[in-house]
């Protein structure tokens, strides 16, 4: 157990339509990381917060927005959903958000866009 | 922008038989990290490499970084099944705050 919970594990959804994955970082990480996992494209880095503070930002779609709250969880929010954002959405924690520090990720979410 | 390329892509191997998957950048990397994702699961950390030249070993596990800090490797020795996984490197491009990027992967198979 890696410490940090991703919710929900899988979720179904139509073209279209809006969702949010929630993360809980370990306890006492100030970052998380978003990762999205397809097949054909490995893991892409998303977006980092450190501190309820956007640090460094990824190849995310304007569809997609994420945000790091005072109590340090964190959500993403994809809209207009389409089939290619079918995929598996990683979070991930650290304690300080340096590249000297390893991530632990969650279980993910699995998002199935029908 | 930064990117590590990461081979092979797949490797069928049968226990007991050595593996190793490579990770080659252009630019030099201030430090290499290596992750495992085991089939359905979630990618695990291993290991850091920071200093040039630097040699880590876990159990089978070897993690190499090379002189010139632009090529990374990792080598398990006689593997077993329960080595079944995707193998990722990682890096961050030389900053010290911000992302990780990942390679594509080795995905690993063994046959028993």
């Known amino acids: 157990d890696s410490g940090v919970t991703q919710t929900p594990k899988h979720l179904i959804t139509a073209t279209g339509q809006r969702v949010t994955l929630r993360c809980s970082p370990r306890s006492g990480d100030l970052s998380v990381y978003w990762y999205q996992q397809s097949l054909d494209q490995g893991l892409q880095f998303l977006i980092q917060?450190?501190?309820?503070?956007?640090?460094a930002k990824g190849n995310i779609l304007e569809r997609f927005s994420a945000q790091q709250f005072p109590d340090l969880h964190s959500e993403l929010n994809l809209s207009s959903l389409e089939l290619g954002d079918s995929a598996l959405y990683f979070c991930a924690s650290s304690p300080s958000g340096d590249t000297a520090s390893p991530l632990h990720f969650g279980n993910g979410t699995r998002l199935t866009v029908t | 922008g930064q990117q590590v390329m990461q081979i092979p892509q797949y490797q069928h191997v049968q226990e007991g038989e050595d593996f190793t998957t490579y990770c080659n950048s252009s630019t030099t990397l201030s430090n290499i990290q290596w992750y495992k994702q085991r089939p359905g699961g979630h990618p695990v950390f291993l290991i850091q490499?920071?200093?040039?030249?630097e040699v880590k070993k876990q159990k089978r596990l070897t993690f190499q970084f090379g002189e010139a800090k632009k090529n990374s490797s990792l080598h398990i020795t006689a593997t077993q099944t329960t080595d079944v996984g995707t193998y990722f490197c990682?890096?961050?491009?030389?900053?010290?705050?911000?992302?990780?990027?990942f390679g594509q992967g080795t995905i690993l198979t063994v046959h028993p």
């Open positions: 917060y450190y501190n309820g503070e956007e640090r």
């Open positions: 490499l920071v200093k040039s030249g």
């Open positions: 990682a890096e961050a491009g030389g900053t010290s705050y911000g992302k990780l990027t």
